[in-house]
Structures are given as C-alpha cells and as structure tokens.
C-alpha cells in the first residue's frame, strides 16, 4: 500500500518523502485530492565495478573503497 499526501505535504517534506521512498516505500502525490505523481524507490546497483578504460586501466583493486585513515585525518582536521 502506498502512503498518499498532498501535493502542500510533499513540498514541505520532500526529503523526508524521499528517504521513505529510498527505504523501499512508494509515495503517491495528490493534487485537489487527484493522484498526480509517485516517488519510488530506485532499483539498487549492484554488480561488481568496472573501469571505464581512463588511463588504460583494466581492474579495480580490491581496497579501491576501503577507508583511508590518512584522507580521514585530513577530512578531520588532524
């Protein structure tokens, strides 16, 4: 079942819509009570990563996405 709120409700709590939205709830948008528009989740991406060939590049290491406490720090201020 869908949440449904108007179109005044949705302008005031978009970004709480869209994280509702996000966690897998589909919200219907009314207009004078019509139902105009919906906000769905987006499917997930999943897969594994591939390089787009910049610099000739052929793989992605495995710690490509794995913290770096170096940048962390700089990011912290230390």
């Given at each position: 079942?869908?949440?449904?709120?108007?179109?005044?409700?949705a302008k005031t709590r978009l970004s709480a819509l869209v994280d509702r939205a996000a966690g897998g709830e589909?919200?219907?948008?009314?207009?004078?009570?019509?139902?105009?528009?919906?906000?769905?989740?987006?499917?997930?991406l999943g897969g594994e990563r591939v390089p787009?060939?910049?610099?000739?590049?052929?793989r992605i290491g495995d710690d490509f996405d794995a913290r770096d406490p170096a940048i962390?720090?700089?990011f912290a201020g230390d």
């Open positions: 079942m869908s949440l449904i709120v108007s179109l005044y409700d589909e919200i219907v948008i009314t207009k004078n009570g019509v139902p105009q528009a919906k906000i769905v989740p987006l499917p997930t787009a060939g910049a610099l000739g590049l052929t962390e720090a700089l």
